[in-house]
């Protein structure tokens, strides 16, 4: 017997503490026309009425009625939004109803089991009738479990089938292609957990086709404002070196303190300028001492009389302490975004990390926390338990809501950025189940910044609402930058794989799921910013 009936309470407590019963039936020999000891008052268990006379006080958990009566008679019609969500919550009154007689039968038999153990039936039962009966409860208690773990798995189908429709009502899709159910799909119970496969053959599902070597990126993803550098890591007499979309750049400061971003490529003699030094606000080439101003301006030729030459450069701004660039052939948005921390937050890490896998498949992965528990099992996901069911919960029309079990908001922010609230209690521990209930919390932005088709300039900013002494340890960041090391690295050895993959053909978006929604979205995004429509999927305006 692998399943006590304390475990199988378990299942159907829960089940009916949150409201949520499930589908399909299935006969049994069982009978239940004898009492209880304790006494229970049952209706409709494994088809006969049982009358119990005494109550106590489990009676009413199995003083449910049959709900197979009230199933709506839609068999053959086109189910609307509401008409299919109703459906799917009559499949989960069955099951619920279903589980509560399978954990009943159990207590019956135990009950019956104690019968025969009764010290008093030695007196009138030979030792070979005891084990006889005994044999026959053993046999009939395992078929009991058998069904507990029928219905459990019957329970899992259901509440799947109830995300997979909440997820095409959000997404407004029975609103455009209504779906006709079979009998055997969705209104009729059913013996086996098949039935959920079927309704996703017959129900319209959004695919992606994400497969295939990563192509020249299209000119439509440059035309945004992208932070590539913390201010803090550009001194006055430094550069800093940065691939954007597979051409070469570099920062420096002019005379004025303000940043410049020209092409990191000589125009005398193509030597890399990081390779030189940064003299009174221009940076010089190290092979023959030319000098380019922040607009890309040569003024200054050693040895030579002054040409008119010009390399290019890229509009740049300093921000909220980060350096943006505008990489595209469009004009550059009059405003920045802002990426500062919420309100009560100190800045306590920026790391900058170069990364060998394409941005899109590092956005797919930072956007997905429901891999944390299987993944990052030596850093901060170590001891998670797996919830029964994540969820990624937001608006119809958006790239932000918050994450279901777990107490961690999160935003998709065009066109690079992820930006997460964390609510934690202490190392390592979630508390809570929203970020409202949690008195702690630890703020994280990454910005994914496409160097080249197969790597990515990551940008980390993490942020505390709590325990600002960390900021005046010393060599706390070298401690933080190890620990996202370790972090990314749990991560790397995965997405990596799948870049090999994808490149060979396969595709890494397959089969998306209730938790892969931020991700979708932000795919479905990407992909309509390409095909350049004029209102983009799930922004403010839309």
């Avoid at 119990?52 to 197979?68: G, H, Q, Y």
């Avoid at 998709?412 to 190392?427: A, D, E, N, Q």
């Amino acid at each position: 017997m692998s399943l006590s009936a304390s475990n199988a309470m378990t299942i159907v407590a829960t089940a009916a503490a949150l409201s949520l019963p499930i589908s399909f039936c299935r006969s049994t020999k069982l009978s239940t026309k004898k009492g209880v000891k304790g006494g229970f008052r049952v209706f409709a268990v494994f088809g006969e009425q049982s009358e119990i006379e005494k109550k106590n006080a489990w009676s009413t958990l199995f003083d449910v009625e049959d709900p197979r009566s009230k199933f709506p008679q839609t068999k053959g019609k086109f189910l609307d939004a509401n008409l299919a969500l109703e459906v799917a919550r009559y499949d989960i009154q069955y099951c619920d109803w279903r589980a509560r007689q399978d954990v009943l039968a159990i207590m019956l038999l135990h009950e019956k089991v104690v019968e025969v153990l009764n010290p008093l039936a030695r007196d009138y039962k030979s030792i070979g009738t005891i084990k006889k009966e005994l044999a026959e409860l053993q046999e009939e208690l395992g078929q009991a479990h058998r069904q507990v773990h029928i219905s459990e798995a019957r329970v899992s189908t259901a509440l799947d089938k109830l995300a997979y429709m909440e997820e095409l009502v959000n997404d407004k899709l029975l609103q455009d292609r209504a779906t006709t159910y079979s009998e055997e799909a969705s209104l009729s119970p059913s013996t086996s957990t098949q039935s959920l496969d079927t309704v996703k053959r017959r129900l319209p599902r959004k695919g992606l086709n994400i497969s295939g070597p990563v192509q020249p990126y299209h000119p439509r993803l440059k035309n945004f404002w992208y932070p590539v550098a913390f201010s803090t890591d550009l001194k006055d007499d430094t550069m800093v070196p940065l691939d954007c979309f597979e051409e070469p750049w570099v920062l420096f400061r002019g005379k004025d303190g303000k940043p410049g971003c020209v092409q990191n490529t000589c125009a005398h003699r193509a030597c890399p300028l990081d390779l030189g030094s940064v003299n009174e606000g221009r940076i010089q080439c190290p092979y023959h001492g030319w000098e380019y101003s922040t607009d890309g301006t040569c003024e200054k030729m050693p040895s030579t009389r002054l040409h008119k030459v010009k390399i290019k450069s890229l509009p740049c701004f300093e921000k909220d302490g980060m350096l943006w660039i505008w990489p595209g052939d469009g004009p550059p948005s009059a405003t920045l975004p802002s990426l500062q921390p919420p309100s009560g937050f100190q800045i306590h890490a920026e790391l900058v990390i170069e990364l060998p896998v394409e941005h899109g498949l590092l956005l797919d992965n930072l956007l997905d926390l429901a891999h944390a528990p299987f993944t990052h099992t030596s850093t901060f996901a170590k001891g998670w338990s797996v919830p029964s069911f994540v969820k990624f919960l937001t608006p119809a029309s958006g790239l932000q809501g918050y994450w279901d079990p777990y107490p961690i908001d999160m935003e998709f922010r065009p066109p690079c950025m992820v930006l997460s609230t964390i609510g934690i209690s202490k190392p390592g521990k979630l508390e809570g189940q929203s970020t409202k209930q949690c008195t702690t919390h630890l703020h994280q932005l990454h910005v994914c910044l496409p160097s080249s088709r197969n790597k990515t300039r990551l940008l980390y900013r993490m942020s505390l609402d709590f325990a600002p002494v960390l900021k005046h340890i010393p060599f706390m960041n070298f401690l933080w930058r190890h620990f996202a090391e370790q972090v990314l690295n749990e991560d790397l050895r995965l997405v990596l794989g799948q870049q090999e993959r994808m490149n060979n053909g396969a595709n890494v978006w397959n089969w998306p799921v209730t938790y892969d929604k931020l991700g979708v979205r932000y795919r479905q995004w990407r992909d309509a910013l390409e095909r350049g429509e004029k209102q983009l999927p799930f922004s403010k305006s839309s």
